[in-house]
């Protein structure tokens, strides 16, 4: 009752605290959903905002959550129409309806296209309404229409010849949103095959590279489509931009190139790209996500590609697990190179590699090569309860001559097992220590390492309270989280 009556408070900052406090509260706060309602209109749009996320976090009934994000979507504000957006679409299925009106008004046009995007299959109901939008005088709404259609895929099939108009669009985006959303349908979008063709022929690179996506997916196994437009694909990945060489990475990916034909012209690629096109492309094939695994495990064969292979799989982190047993037999490899990254991979994937590689990662404690000693203390630290057994071999580290190491070895000690006396007896003085280094990315594994030690770590407050009140917010912060752990 005292934050339904802050809801009327003169002061914004006010209003919009009691909206947020009546959100965290949750469902038991549905009798202040009427008086929510009254305020999002308010003139201040943190607190509209804050007023959308909680009618949302209170979990209203469909037919009274409906009607009002109806009127947030109306919103020229995008922070009040977004949490909006994620209402309506966690509604489910039943708010087609809803949506269906909401395409008849232009204001909500774009804004249900969204919801019905997210909502995919189940949107099928409301194919006939988005169709209507095609034609838009909006492109934005032309574009998502298109986009939302295809998200369905073959069952919005009916819609093929009203999305292959859009190929002719005044307006590029349109145009390439067209012909994704044709590759998304599939089969009965391949009577328009000849103008996706003309698409991939206008000098574009993105849209080469979308186009022959489409292709690619209306003929999975067109040898002549992957001998034509492999070679197009590489040089796209050598000479375009971050999202061109994603969408290229897509389409060599969906053209099922056998591992003989792909091969050399990686290889050759890696030999001549700089640095920053093999980022991309490396962010480009870990944004495939789990699917891509299986191929990357086969490309490990190939000696001169393996250590890239592997940079890309500990990119995928946890979703590389089943590479794992792959991975680990490269833990051993003659390049210095290999067995470092071999062992940083095995510790992106986290404890799921734990059963396959600790015994591995603490051989590799011995390793001649400094680097390759710091990527098997970060495995097993990323390994945690599950590298139980290294920690003896840890421990035994703990009085080297080289400061930093002797804090990593502490460091995945803690992660290991935080509750351990004798650990935080040895790891609090070297964090303590580590807070001053000059590397920012130490400091703050130095930082969140004391806050899962908890009150052992009280020996730290005092320097943790200096960096709590610093300038570095992101710094700060973390401080302050880790002062409350050790003083609970």
Known sequence: DALRGALKS??????????????????????????????????DPLVRRWVVDALGDIKLDQEMIVPLMLKALGDKDPSVVLPALHTMAETGPDVVPAMVKALEDERTQYWALLVLHELGEDAKPAIPAIQKTLDSELQEVRLEAALTLGNMGELAGDSAPAIAKLLQDEESGVRLGAVFALGQIGEPAKPFEAEIVAVANNGDMMAEAIAVWTLARLNPDSAKLRERALPRMM????????????????????????????????????????????????????????????????????PQTRLRVIEILGRLGEHAKDAAPEVVKHVDDEDPAVRREALFTLGSIGPAAADVAVQAAI????????????????????????????????????GGDDPFFCTACAWAL???????????????????????????????????????????????????????????????????????????
Request: proline share 6%; net charge negative.
């Open 235 to 302: 040089k796209i990945l050598q000479q375009g931009d971050a999202r061109t060489k994603n969408a290229a990475v897509r389409t060599i990916y969906e053209m099922n190139v056998p591992r003989e034909q792909l091969a050399p012209l990686f290889q050759e690629m890696l030999e001549t790209a700089d640095e920053d096109t093999l980022h991309d492309v490396f962010d480009a094939i870990a944004k495939l996500g789990p699917d891509v695994v299986p191929r990357l495990v086969v490309a490990l064969e190939t």
């Open 10 to 43: 003169p002061e914004p900052m006010v209003r919009a605290r009691a909206a947020r406090a009546l959100g965290d509260i949750g469902p038991e706060a549905k009798s202040a959903a009427g008086d929510l309602a009254d305020v999002l209109a308010d003139e």
């Open 414 to 488: 803690v992660r290991i097992d935080p509750e351990d006396v004798e650990t935080a007896k040895h790891a609090v003085p070297l964090l303590i220590e580590s807070l001053d280094n000059e590397r920012e990315f130490v400091r703050m594994e130095a930082i969140n390492t004391l806050g899962m030690l908890g009150p052992a770590a009280e020996p730290a407050l005092e320097r943790l309270r200096e960096i709590a009140d610093g300038t570095n917010p992101t710094m700060a912060a973390a401080a302050q989280q880790a002062i409350e752990a050790i003083e609970q």
């Open 363 to 398: 051989d590799a404690l011995e390793d001649e090569d400094e680097d390759v000693r710091l990527s098997a203390v970060y495995a097993l630290g990323q390994f945690g309860p599950k590298a139980a057994k290294a920690e003896e071999a840890l421990r035994g580290k703990l």
